[in-house]
Protein backbone atom coordinates (compact mmCIF):
# COMPACT_ATOMS: atom_id res chain seq x y z
CA UNK A 1 0.00 0.00 0.00
CA UNK A 2 1.35 3.35 -1.16
CA UNK A 3 2.33 5.54 2.01
CA UNK A 4 2.07 9.58 2.34
CA UNK A 5 5.31 11.39 3.65
CA UNK A 6 3.47 11.35 6.86
CA UNK A 7 4.26 7.76 6.40
CA UNK A 8 -0.35 7.36 6.81
CA UNK A 9 -1.49 4.34 4.38
CA UNK A 10 -4.71 5.02 2.87
CA UNK A 11 -6.27 2.24 5.37
CA UNK A 12 -4.87 4.44 8.37
CA UNK A 13 -5.58 7.89 6.72
CA UNK A 14 -9.35 6.60 5.92
CA UNK A 15 -9.09 4.99 10.17
CA UNK A 16 -8.39 8.48 11.98
CA UNK A 17 -10.89 10.18 9.81
CA UNK A 18 -13.56 7.99 11.08
CA UNK A 19 -12.61 9.06 14.57
CA UNK A 20 -12.71 13.10 13.74
CA UNK A 21 -16.62 13.51 14.26
CA UNK A 22 -16.14 11.07 17.95
CA UNK A 23 -14.50 7.85 19.43
CA UNK A 24 -15.90 4.71 17.99
CA UNK A 25 -15.46 1.01 18.56
CA UNK A 26 -14.29 -1.56 15.73
CA UNK A 27 -17.18 -2.43 14.16
CA UNK A 28 -18.33 1.39 13.93
CA UNK A 29 -15.09 2.06 12.70
CA UNK A 30 -15.15 -0.30 10.17
CA UNK A 31 -18.46 1.05 8.91
CA UNK A 32 -17.60 4.49 9.04
CA UNK A 33 -14.73 3.58 6.47
CA UNK A 34 -16.87 2.04 4.13
CA UNK A 35 -18.98 5.23 3.81
CA UNK A 36 -16.09 7.58 4.38
CA UNK A 37 -14.77 5.76 1.25
CA UNK A 38 -17.48 4.98 -0.59
CA UNK A 39 -17.59 1.01 -0.17
CA UNK A 40 -13.90 1.48 -1.86
CA UNK A 41 -11.71 0.06 1.85
CA UNK A 42 -13.26 -3.02 3.33
CA UNK A 43 -11.54 -3.05 6.76
CA UNK A 44 -10.60 -6.77 7.74
CA UNK A 45 -10.73 -6.64 11.42
CA UNK A 46 -7.14 -8.70 12.04
CA UNK A 47 -5.91 -5.44 10.05
CA UNK A 48 -8.21 -2.61 11.47
CA UNK A 49 -6.58 -3.64 15.50
CA UNK A 50 -3.32 -4.46 13.87
CA UNK A 51 -3.60 -0.39 12.73
CA UNK A 52 -5.57 0.51 16.02
CA UNK A 53 -2.91 -1.00 18.33
CA UNK A 54 -0.05 0.33 16.71
CA UNK A 55 -1.74 3.80 16.89
CA UNK A 56 -2.40 4.00 20.02
CA UNK A 57 1.22 2.95 21.02
CA UNK A 58 2.10 5.96 18.72
CA UNK A 59 -0.12 8.14 20.94
CA UNK A 60 -2.01 8.85 17.74
CA UNK A 61 -5.44 7.46 18.94
CA UNK A 62 -6.18 6.29 22.74
CA UNK A 63 -8.51 4.21 24.21
CA UNK A 64 -11.50 7.05 25.27
CA UNK A 65 -13.50 3.93 27.17
CA UNK A 66 -14.65 0.15 27.46
CA UNK A 67 -17.93 -1.03 28.30
CA UNK A 68 -18.86 -4.74 28.50
CA UNK A 69 -21.85 -5.73 25.58
CA UNK A 70 -23.15 -9.15 25.85
CA UNK A 71 -20.77 -10.11 28.31
CA UNK A 72 -17.91 -8.85 26.08
CA UNK A 73 -15.62 -5.75 26.22
CA UNK A 74 -16.03 -2.88 23.44
CA UNK A 75 -13.16 -0.21 23.50
CA UNK A 76 -14.30 3.03 22.02
CA UNK A 77 -10.94 4.35 20.12
CA UNK A 78 -10.40 8.57 20.62
CA UNK A 79 -8.18 10.48 18.26
CA UNK A 80 -5.33 12.37 19.95
CA UNK A 81 -4.65 16.14 19.45
CA UNK A 82 -1.19 14.59 17.49
CA UNK A 83 -3.57 12.28 15.92
CA UNK A 84 -5.89 15.33 14.69
CA UNK A 85 -3.01 17.64 12.95
CA UNK A 86 -1.23 14.10 11.11
CA UNK A 87 -4.31 13.11 9.24
CA UNK A 88 -5.34 17.00 8.60
CA UNK A 89 -1.74 17.61 7.34
CA UNK A 90 -1.96 14.42 5.47
CA UNK A 91 -5.36 15.87 4.16
CA UNK A 92 -3.23 19.00 2.63
CA UNK A 93 -1.04 17.25 1.43
CA UNK A 94 -3.24 14.98 -0.51
CA UNK A 95 -5.10 18.07 -1.82
CA UNK A 96 -1.90 20.11 -2.74
CA UNK A 97 -0.72 16.65 -4.98
CA UNK A 98 -4.74 16.66 -6.05
CA UNK A 99 -4.68 20.43 -7.22
CA UNK A 100 -1.18 19.57 -9.71
CA UNK A 101 -3.98 17.59 -11.84
CA UNK A 102 -6.89 19.51 -11.31
CA UNK A 103 -6.00 22.64 -12.05
CA UNK A 104 -4.23 21.67 -15.23
CA UNK A 105 -7.60 19.88 -16.33
CA UNK A 106 -9.33 23.12 -15.36
CA UNK A 107 -7.02 25.34 -17.52
CA UNK A 108 -7.50 23.07 -20.32
CA UNK A 109 -11.08 23.16 -19.98
CA UNK A 110 -11.54 27.12 -20.01
CA UNK A 111 -8.45 27.75 -21.25
CA UNK B 1 -20.87 -22.16 20.19
CA UNK B 2 -21.67 -21.49 16.02
CA UNK B 3 -19.11 -23.65 13.43
CA UNK B 4 -17.84 -19.78 12.90
CA UNK B 5 -17.10 -18.76 16.22
CA UNK B 6 -15.40 -22.12 16.53
CA UNK B 7 -13.02 -21.17 13.62
CA UNK B 8 -12.19 -17.89 14.70
CA UNK B 9 -11.22 -19.01 17.88
CA UNK B 10 -9.12 -21.28 16.62
CA UNK B 11 -7.46 -18.16 13.99
CA UNK B 12 -6.90 -15.98 17.24
CA UNK B 13 -4.54 -18.69 18.45
CA UNK B 14 -2.23 -16.95 16.21
CA UNK B 15 -1.90 -14.11 18.55
CA UNK B 16 0.04 -14.17 21.97
CA UNK B 17 -2.00 -15.80 25.07
CA UNK B 18 -1.56 -12.39 26.48
CA UNK B 19 -3.15 -10.30 23.63
CA UNK B 20 -5.41 -12.78 23.70
CA UNK B 21 -6.48 -13.08 27.41
CA UNK B 22 -7.12 -9.45 26.96
CA UNK B 23 -8.89 -8.99 23.20
CA UNK B 24 -10.02 -12.12 22.12
CA UNK B 25 -13.73 -11.92 22.93
CA UNK B 26 -13.37 -8.12 21.64
CA UNK B 27 -11.93 -9.52 17.97
CA UNK B 28 -14.48 -12.12 18.16
CA UNK B 29 -17.41 -9.81 18.48
CA UNK B 30 -16.30 -7.94 15.51
CA UNK B 31 -15.63 -10.67 13.72
CA UNK B 32 -19.31 -12.08 13.80
CA UNK B 33 -20.65 -8.71 13.91
CA UNK B 34 -19.06 -8.19 10.17
CA UNK B 35 -19.93 -11.79 9.16
CA UNK B 36 -22.77 -12.61 6.85
CA UNK B 37 -26.23 -14.20 7.88
CA UNK B 38 -25.62 -18.28 7.92
CA UNK B 39 -22.08 -17.49 7.12
CA UNK B 40 -19.87 -20.92 8.36
CA UNK B 41 -16.43 -19.99 7.19
CA UNK B 42 -14.13 -17.06 7.67
CA UNK B 43 -13.64 -15.09 4.53
CA UNK B 44 -9.90 -15.79 3.27
CA UNK B 45 -9.06 -12.34 3.35
CA UNK B 46 -9.87 -12.19 7.02
CA UNK B 47 -8.40 -15.38 8.15
CA UNK B 48 -5.00 -14.23 6.00
CA UNK B 49 -5.58 -10.65 8.41
CA UNK B 50 -5.80 -12.97 11.28
CA UNK B 51 -2.76 -14.84 10.89
CA UNK B 52 -0.42 -11.39 9.28
CA UNK B 53 -2.22 -9.45 12.66
CA UNK B 54 -1.41 -12.48 15.20
CA UNK B 55 2.77 -12.77 13.96
CA UNK B 56 2.46 -8.91 13.90
CA UNK B 57 1.48 -9.03 17.97
CA UNK B 58 3.70 -12.00 19.02
CA UNK B 59 6.62 -9.79 17.23
CA UNK B 60 5.46 -6.85 19.15
CA UNK B 61 5.29 -8.88 22.16
CA UNK B 62 8.74 -10.44 21.86
CA UNK B 63 10.26 -6.59 21.96
CA UNK B 64 10.11 -6.47 25.71
CA UNK B 65 12.88 -5.66 28.10
CA UNK B 66 16.57 -5.24 27.64
CA UNK B 67 16.97 -5.51 23.89
CA UNK B 68 20.82 -6.27 24.53
CA UNK B 69 20.19 -8.69 27.06
CA UNK B 70 17.38 -10.74 25.07
CA UNK B 71 19.82 -10.76 21.69
CA UNK B 72 22.78 -12.74 23.67
CA UNK B 73 19.78 -14.62 24.65
CA UNK B 74 18.39 -15.72 21.67
CA UNK B 75 22.14 -15.72 20.10
CA UNK B 76 22.68 -18.72 22.35
CA UNK B 77 19.85 -20.60 21.79
CA UNK B 78 20.82 -20.63 17.98
CA UNK B 79 24.43 -21.42 18.86
CA UNK B 80 23.53 -24.35 21.26
CA UNK B 81 20.80 -25.99 18.54
CA UNK B 82 23.48 -25.69 15.99
CA UNK B 83 26.30 -27.26 18.25
CA UNK B 84 24.21 -29.84 19.35
CA UNK B 85 22.96 -30.56 15.75
CA UNK B 86 26.36 -30.90 14.58
CA UNK B 87 27.01 -34.00 17.13
CA UNK B 88 23.88 -36.06 16.69
CA UNK B 89 25.26 -37.89 14.15
CA UNK B 90 27.34 -39.16 15.98
CA UNK B 91 25.36 -39.59 19.52
CA UNK B 92 25.98 -43.59 19.39
CA UNK B 93 29.64 -43.66 19.69
CA UNK B 94 29.88 -40.25 22.02
CA UNK B 95 26.74 -40.03 23.90
CA UNK B 96 27.60 -38.71 26.94
CA UNK B 97 28.99 -35.39 25.11
CA UNK B 98 25.64 -35.28 22.71
CA UNK B 99 23.43 -35.78 26.48
CA UNK B 100 25.84 -32.95 28.11
CA UNK B 101 24.97 -30.46 24.38
CA UNK B 102 21.28 -31.49 24.51
CA UNK B 103 21.59 -30.74 28.81
CA UNK B 104 23.09 -27.15 28.07
CA UNK B 105 20.25 -26.58 25.03
CA UNK B 106 17.69 -27.47 27.49
CA UNK B 107 19.37 -25.03 30.01
CA UNK B 108 19.53 -22.10 27.89
CA UNK B 109 16.08 -22.59 27.14
CA UNK B 110 15.03 -22.33 30.38
CA UNK B 111 16.90 -19.30 30.99
CA UNK B 112 19.37 -21.01 33.19
CA UNK B 113 22.52 -19.69 32.39
CA UNK B 114 24.92 -21.03 35.32
CA UNK B 115 23.50 -24.50 34.34
CA UNK B 116 24.41 -24.18 31.13
CA UNK B 117 28.16 -22.38 31.57
CA UNK B 118 30.06 -26.02 32.95
CA UNK B 119 28.03 -28.21 30.16
CA UNK B 120 28.93 -26.05 27.25
CA UNK B 121 33.01 -25.44 28.65
CA UNK B 122 32.96 -29.46 29.35
CA UNK B 123 31.40 -30.05 25.68
CA UNK B 124 33.36 -27.27 24.00
CA UNK B 125 36.67 -28.59 25.59
CA UNK B 126 36.10 -31.98 24.15
CA UNK B 127 34.98 -30.85 20.52
CA UNK B 128 38.25 -28.79 20.20
CA UNK B 129 40.30 -31.77 21.77
CA UNK B 130 38.47 -33.77 18.62
CA UNK B 131 39.35 -31.29 16.00
CA UNK B 132 42.84 -31.51 17.34
CA UNK B 133 43.47 -35.20 16.92
CA UNK B 134 43.43 -35.24 20.78
CA UNK B 135 41.20 -37.81 23.07
CA UNK B 136 40.96 -35.16 25.78
CA UNK B 137 38.55 -35.74 29.19
CA UNK B 138 37.97 -39.47 28.00
CA UNK B 139 39.47 -41.96 25.94
CA UNK B 140 37.37 -41.48 22.65
CA UNK B 141 39.00 -43.47 19.94
CA UNK B 142 39.64 -40.59 16.75
CA UNK B 143 38.62 -39.89 14.45
CA UNK B 144 34.48 -39.85 15.53
CA UNK B 145 32.71 -41.89 13.04
CA UNK B 146 29.07 -41.36 12.53
CA UNK B 147 26.35 -43.65 13.37
CA UNK B 148 24.70 -45.97 10.76
CA UNK B 149 21.57 -44.17 9.74
CA UNK B 150 23.90 -40.60 8.63
CA UNK B 151 25.74 -40.13 5.79
CA UNK B 152 28.28 -38.12 7.30
CA UNK B 153 31.89 -37.48 7.46
CA UNK B 154 33.73 -38.02 10.57
CA UNK B 155 33.37 -35.64 13.71
CA UNK B 156 34.79 -32.53 12.69
CA UNK B 157 36.34 -34.36 10.36
CA UNK B 158 37.05 -31.31 7.76
CA UNK B 159 37.54 -27.91 8.33
CA UNK B 160 40.08 -26.72 10.79
CA UNK B 161 40.41 -26.79 14.59
CA UNK B 162 39.92 -22.31 14.79
CA UNK B 163 35.90 -22.40 13.41
CA UNK B 164 34.42 -24.83 16.24
CA UNK B 165 36.56 -23.23 18.61
CA UNK B 166 35.40 -19.97 18.19
CA UNK B 167 31.86 -21.11 18.04
CA UNK B 168 32.70 -22.30 21.50
CA UNK B 169 33.49 -19.46 22.86
CA UNK B 170 31.54 -16.78 21.08
CA UNK B 171 28.38 -19.35 23.42
CA UNK B 172 30.46 -19.45 26.65
CA UNK B 173 31.19 -15.79 26.12
CA UNK B 174 27.82 -15.03 25.67
CA UNK B 175 26.69 -17.52 28.13
CA UNK B 176 28.88 -15.78 31.02
CA UNK B 177 27.86 -12.14 30.17
CA UNK B 178 24.33 -13.49 30.64
CA UNK B 179 24.98 -15.28 34.12
CA UNK B 180 26.73 -12.51 35.24
CA UNK B 181 24.21 -9.83 35.02
CA UNK B 182 22.56 -11.28 37.51
CA UNK B 183 18.82 -11.17 36.09
CA UNK B 184 17.13 -14.29 35.55
CA UNK B 185 16.84 -14.52 31.17
CA UNK B 186 13.18 -15.56 30.08
CA UNK B 187 12.10 -18.62 29.11
CA UNK B 188 12.78 -19.57 24.79
CA UNK B 189 9.86 -21.65 23.29
CA UNK B 190 9.70 -25.34 22.75
CA UNK B 191 9.39 -25.13 18.94
CA UNK B 192 13.13 -24.24 18.72
CA UNK B 193 13.32 -27.92 19.26
CA UNK B 194 12.24 -28.35 16.03
CA UNK B 195 14.88 -26.97 14.65
CA UNK B 196 17.09 -29.72 15.41
CA UNK B 197 16.23 -32.09 12.78
CA UNK B 198 16.75 -29.16 10.30
CA UNK B 199 20.63 -28.94 11.15
CA UNK B 200 21.27 -32.11 12.51
CA UNK B 201 24.42 -33.61 10.84
CA UNK B 202 25.36 -30.24 9.55
CA UNK B 203 28.44 -29.26 10.40
CA UNK B 204 29.17 -25.81 8.40
CA UNK B 205 32.96 -26.81 7.02
CA UNK B 206 31.33 -30.07 5.03
CA UNK B 207 28.72 -27.64 4.07
CA UNK B 208 29.08 -28.31 0.26
CA UNK B 209 26.60 -25.65 -1.57
CA UNK B 210 28.14 -26.82 -4.93
CA UNK B 211 26.90 -30.34 -4.50
CA UNK B 212 23.07 -28.83 -3.57
CA UNK B 213 22.00 -31.62 -1.18
CA UNK B 214 18.86 -31.67 0.66
CA UNK B 215 20.71 -31.03 3.84
CA UNK B 216 22.32 -28.00 2.50
CA UNK B 217 19.54 -26.88 0.98
CA UNK B 218 17.78 -27.02 3.85
CA UNK B 219 20.37 -25.53 5.99
CA UNK B 220 20.64 -22.64 3.70
CA UNK B 221 16.57 -21.88 3.64
CA UNK B 222 16.64 -21.80 7.34
CA UNK B 223 19.52 -19.26 7.93
CA UNK B 224 17.99 -17.42 5.08
CA UNK B 225 14.42 -17.33 6.71
CA UNK B 226 15.82 -16.77 10.43
CA UNK B 227 17.65 -13.56 9.19
CA UNK B 228 15.09 -12.42 6.91
CA UNK B 229 12.62 -13.27 9.89
CA UNK B 230 15.01 -11.29 12.55
CA UNK B 231 14.84 -8.31 9.92
CA UNK B 232 11.04 -8.01 9.20
CA UNK B 233 10.46 -8.13 13.37
CA UNK B 234 13.14 -5.11 13.73
CA UNK B 235 11.22 -3.46 10.65
CA UNK B 236 8.42 -3.46 12.71
CA UNK B 237 8.98 -2.79 16.23
CA UNK B 238 12.64 -0.98 15.46
CA UNK B 239 14.07 -3.11 18.38
CA UNK B 240 17.47 -4.56 18.04
CA UNK B 241 17.43 -7.68 19.63
CA UNK B 242 17.50 -9.35 16.49
CA UNK B 243 20.41 -7.63 15.01
CA UNK B 244 22.31 -8.06 17.90
CA UNK B 245 21.38 -12.33 17.65
CA UNK B 246 21.95 -11.76 14.11
CA UNK B 247 25.31 -10.07 13.95
CA UNK B 248 26.81 -12.30 16.73
CA UNK B 249 26.06 -15.82 14.90
CA UNK B 250 27.71 -14.44 12.06
CA UNK B 251 30.98 -14.55 13.69
CA UNK B 252 31.37 -17.95 13.87
CA UNK B 253 29.96 -18.49 10.22
CA UNK B 254 32.52 -16.14 9.37
CA UNK B 255 35.24 -17.96 10.75
CA UNK B 256 34.28 -20.93 8.55
CA UNK B 257 34.55 -19.54 5.38
CA UNK B 258 37.66 -17.34 6.68
CA UNK B 259 39.71 -21.07 8.25
CA UNK B 260 38.64 -23.47 4.56
CA UNK B 261 38.57 -20.24 2.25
CA UNK B 262 40.68 -22.08 -0.06
CA UNK B 263 38.76 -25.19 -0.27
CA UNK B 264 36.09 -22.39 -0.74
CA UNK B 265 33.23 -23.06 -4.04
CA UNK B 266 31.94 -20.30 -5.99
CA UNK B 267 28.68 -20.96 -4.26
CA UNK B 268 30.27 -21.22 -0.23
CA UNK B 269 31.47 -17.71 -0.90
CA UNK B 270 27.60 -16.54 -2.42
CA UNK B 271 26.67 -18.34 0.49
CA UNK B 272 28.54 -16.12 2.98
CA UNK B 273 27.84 -13.03 0.93
CA UNK B 274 23.89 -13.94 1.72
CA UNK B 275 24.67 -14.32 4.97
CA UNK B 276 26.47 -11.33 5.13
CA UNK B 277 24.02 -9.01 3.26
CA UNK B 278 20.89 -10.07 5.03
CA UNK B 279 23.07 -10.03 8.47
CA UNK B 280 23.46 -6.33 7.62
CA UNK B 281 20.04 -5.94 6.77
CA UNK B 282 18.92 -6.76 9.91
CA UNK B 283 21.31 -4.77 11.63
CA UNK B 284 20.02 -1.65 9.67
CA UNK B 285 16.20 -2.03 9.34
CA UNK B 286 15.76 -1.07 13.48
CA UNK B 287 17.52 2.15 13.20
CA UNK B 288 15.66 3.07 9.85
CA UNK B 289 12.22 2.18 11.41
CA UNK B 290 12.79 3.90 14.37
CA UNK B 291 13.39 7.15 12.60
CA UNK B 292 10.46 6.92 11.02
CA UNK B 293 7.47 5.51 12.45
CA UNK B 294 5.45 2.96 10.69
CA UNK B 295 1.46 4.17 10.80
Redesign the interface.
Same mark, same amino acid.
Do not use: C, F, Q
Given at each position: MSRGS? &? !??EQ /?YFVLAALLDGPL? &??AI?KRVVDLSQGRITL +? =?? /? #?? &? +?L?? #?AA *?G =?IVVEREEV =? *? &?????YFRISDEGGQ !?VRAEAERMQQAASVVTRRALGATFG | MTELERRYRWLLRAYPPGYRADYEDELLDVLLATAGPGQARPPLREVRALLVGGIKARVIAAAQGPAWMDGLHLTVTVLSVLQLGVLIPYAGTIPLWVALSALALLAVLRGRMWAALPLVAATGLKVVGVTYGEPWLDGTLLPVFPDRLWQAPALYGTGGPIAPSISYLVLFFCLAVLAIRGRPSRRRSWWWLLALPLVAGADPAWLDIAEGTSSSITRVGLEAALLAGAAYAGHLTGDARWAVAAGVCLVPATAVLAENVELASRQGVAHAALLILLTATAAAVPFRARRRILL
Open positions: S &G !LS /TH &GHI +A =VG /T #LY &G +ADR #L *N =V =V *N &GRKRR !L | -
